[in-house]
């Protein structure tokens, strides 16, 4: 059995935020020492045939990853099943809040809140039920800023708005439960 040499000429894909494929968000941390990126990934696609459809749902196609800024580095990464719309570091916690999130073209407004733990990596969904995400915003250290879509449309008329804003005191982050966050 004769061996072979195998050689790679190129990567494709390498480099910086190459975990995330097209950026759709990007903020630094409050001492400028990390990069949170989100992105979505291209749909596999056949020149003859959208092949897009066959993997459904698609828990992998909105990445979200954690870089130093210094190096590039990736620290962490993670996909979400809906589309990255917002970031925001903790101004001194290891924690970055991630909102997601999407109108499903007929009726819901489907999302969720993530909370990754940049010490652990660990991640926590913070809504009882899934929202769209679409602003996220620390006041302080204790307080979280949020724009939500409304549930469906049929709350438009209950609300007069398809967007709301809101506010979540907490006295530590640190200490998340999944599901803690209940919206109206």
Request: proline share 9%; net charge negative; with cysteine.
């Amino acid at each position: 059995m004769s061996a072979l040499a195998i050689r790679v000429d190129r990567v494709l894909g390498g480099g910086p935020f190459a975990e995330i494929g097209r950026p759709r968000v990007a903020v630094a941390s409050p001492d400028e020492s990390l990069i949170a990126v989100g992105g979505a990934l291209p749909r596999p696609q056949w020149h003859g045939r959208d092949v897009s459809r066959r993997s459904l749902p698609h828990p992998g196609r909105h990445p979200t990853a954690v870089y130093r800024s210094d190096d590039l580095t990736c620290l962490f990464a993670s996909t979400t099943h809906w589309p990255v719309n917002a970031l925001a570091f903790h101004p001194t916690l290891p924690l970055l809040v991630i909102g997601t999130g999407a109108y499903d073209g007929g009726w819901s407004y489907h999302g969720e809140l993530l909370l990754l733990d940049l010490s652990t990596g660990a991640t926590v969904s913070l809504l009882e039920h899934p929202r769209e995400v679409r602003q996220i915003t620390w006041q302080d250290p204790e307080t979280l800023a949020l724009v939500l879509a409304i549930p469906c449309d049929e709350d438009k008329k209950t609300f007069g708005t398809t967007s709301l804003a809101c506010t979540i005191r907490r006295d530590d982050w640190a200490r998340a439960t999944p599901g803690m966050v209940e919206m109206p």
